[in-house]
């Protein structure tokens, strides 16, 4: 709060414009988003138990999904709370190191969300393409240390991006964010200093993206071709069935983001918010969904430990 007061503007606290103005618009989306949230606490909770509970999904790919779904639980949460209380109270005000802090998850958790979906795609990889080797290479302590190094590269990622943003000067002329929640872009549209250093940042963490975006893609040109040379038909089907729960995930995810973000950020635009409501809200509601239609070894998990739970009950 004392932001403000520091750099002479007067700026301790910004006004999220949300999404509509219409009070019954608002109380459809309240429910919406409060339903939304809900189903995806519990989908990708259920997912973390059923696989803590199933010794069978005790793989490195699972691995992978439990730390997955726990971002995703996290990263809701980050968002969709704050807006319900907006709701509720009826103001759209947001505080200035409410603002910073909500950014700075924001940032960790997307990028947490690539590199797990790039790591699940190696696996994917190792899996089909090398079956052989698949034990010896994706051990628990490759697993555990991926795990380890993608959740300090991404807390240092959003430290460095909220670091940048507080040296800001923000002028109380100019304080609506057009979102519901504090997007780094955004902010740097309506910041009053000069905001080249972010820039630059930010060009830097474009490439970031593209890394493991660009692993994703080699691991499934190699998945491909690996699938393609196998002679049956219900071989094929069922090297593919392995990872098209992964494929469809990250086809949601990136299919949203893309067309929100690897832009600049002055050409960022209201309509630009439906398809972040897209990649911050729905796709992690989606998740527990894909992997339990598509996966049968998940629907099995998912049927004892209800059956479990019936039985104590």
């Given amino acids: ?10 700026v301790t606290e910004f006004l999220l414009l949300g999404l509509t103005g219409d009070p019954e618009q608002q109380r459809i ?47 809701t949460t980050n968002l969709i709370p704050k807006l319900l209380v907006n709701h509720i109270a009826g103001t759209w005000t947001i505080s200035y190191p409410h603002c910073l802090t909500q950014m700075y998850f924001l940032i ?10 790039a790591a699940m795609a190696l696996d994917r990889y190792v899996a089909i393409c090398k079956p052989l080797q698949y034990y010896a290479i994706i051990t628990p302590q490759l697993c555990r240390g991926l795990t380890t190094l993608v959740w300090t590269c991404s807390g240092l990622i959003s430290l460095v991006h909220t670091l940048l943003m507080n040296r800001l000067t923000f002028c109380s002329c100019a304080r609506e964010i057009s979102h519901f929640y504090c997007d780094a872009y955004l902010l740097m549209k309506i910041a009053c200093s000069d905001t080249r250093v972010n820039r630059h940042v930010f060009l ?52 949203t983001i893309l067309g929100v973000y690897i832009r600049p950020p002055n050409s960022f635009s209201a309509q630009d918010t439906v398809a972040t409501i897209m990649y911050t809200v729905v796709t992690p509601m989606l998740n527990p969904f894909i992997y339990s239609l598509r996966n049968q070894d998940m629907k099995a998990a998912m049927g004892s430990l209800f059956s479990r739970s019936s039985k104590s009950s």
Avoid: Q
Wanted: glycine fraction near 6%.
């Fill in 1 to 10: 709060m004392s932001r403000g007061k520091e750099n002479g503007t007067g």
């Fill in 29 to 75: 989306l309240f429910w919406l988003f409060l339903c939304t949230y809900l189903v995806t606490v519990a989908g990708n909770t259920l997912i973390i138990l059923a696989v803590g509970s199933d010794p069978r999904l005790h793989t490195p790919m699972y691995f992978f999904l439990t730390n997955l779904s726990f971002v995703d639980i996290c990263f």
């Fill in 108 to 117: 960790s958790f997307a990028n947490l969300d690539t590199f797990l979906l």
């Fill in 204 to 255: 830097g963490a474009v490439v970031l993206f593209v890394a493991p975006s660009a692993l994703i893609v080699v691991s499934y040109m190699c998945i491909a071709a690996a699938v393609l040379r196998i002679p049956s038909t219900p071989g094929r089907r069922k090297a593919f069935s392995t990872c098209s729960s992964h494929l469809s995930v990250v086809i949601v995810f990136y299919g």
